[in-house]
Structures are given as structure tokens and as C-alpha cells.
Nanobody, 126 residues
Framework: QVQLVESGGGLVQAGGSLRLSCAASGGIFSTYSMAWFRQGPGKEREFVAVINWNTASTLYRDSVKGRFTISRDNVKSTVYLQMNSLAPDDTAVYLC???????????????????WGQGTQVTVSS
């Protein structure tokens, strides 16, 4: 399985921006669909965005559309999540996930991914 390490989290004021990174190793990165999930305090893990391995097509949860952008750099084996116009409801641990050779056409559940990073904390103050 591929190993994933997230970075880029932190404390930001409402309306601010952050860019998260997830570096992968131990696998052929270009063959993995990559996703971001998040888990807020006392909440279940929820899907944020995914970028597919074959076409680089993307899907987003409704609440982040127009604010967040997922992208990937197959040379650097890294997936990014650019987050703009952050709001307190975006406060969560953000986790990177990977699934080999599966392209998603609908919102995936966490169970569809078998490789996970440890997460990076994002805190948005009001």
C-alpha cells in the first residue's frame, strides 16, 4: 500500500486560505485516485474531494464547491487541496486517502479507500 503524509494545516481566520499537501510514497502514484476527507470534533468522517487517477476528473462535496480545489502532481507524487473562503464549519482534521485503479463517478465513502494518512488539523476562527 502507498504511504501518505499530509501537511499544510494550521489556524486561519474566517475568509482566509490554506493549501494542504499529501505526499505519497511506496507506490506508482499515477495509478491511484486520491481523495481528501475531513473529520470534525464529534462528527463522522466526511468526503471533501477526489481526483481520479486516469482522467484527473474531480468531484466535490456540495459545501466546498467553488471554494476548494483538488489537484495532483504525478511527478512529485503529491495531491493538493487549495481551500479558499474558509469558514468555522471547515474546522476538522483533514485526511488524505488513496485507492488504486478505481475511478469514481459518484461521491465515494471512506470505505472505498484502503490507504490513509494521519491527517492535518485545520482550525478556522470566527
Amino acid at each position: 500500500q502507498v504511504q501518505l503524509v499530509e501537511s499544510g494545516g494550521g489556524l486561519v481566520q474566517a475568509g482566509g486560505s490554506l493549501r494542504l499537501s499529501c505526499a505519497a510514497s511506496g507506490g506508482i502514484f499515477s495509478t491511484y485516485s486520491m481523495a481528501w476527507f475531513r473529520q470534525g470534533p464529534g462528527k463522522e468522517r466526511e468526503f471533501v474531494a477526489v481526483i481520479n487517477w486516469n482522467t484527473a476528473s474531480t468531484l466535490y462535496r456540495d459545501s466546498v464547491k467553488g471554494r476548494f480545489t483538488i489537484s495532483r502532481d504525478n511527478v512529485k507524487s503529491t495531491v493538493y487541496l487549495q481551500m479558499n473562503s474558509l469558514a468555522p464549519d471547515d474546522t476538522a482534521v483533514y485526511l488524505c486517502a488513496a485507492q488504486k485503479l478505481v475511478a469514481f463517478r459518484a461521491t465515494p465513502t471512506a470505505a472505498r479507500f484502503n490507504s490513509w494518512g494521519q491527517g492535518t488539523q485545520v482550525t478556522v476562527s470566527s
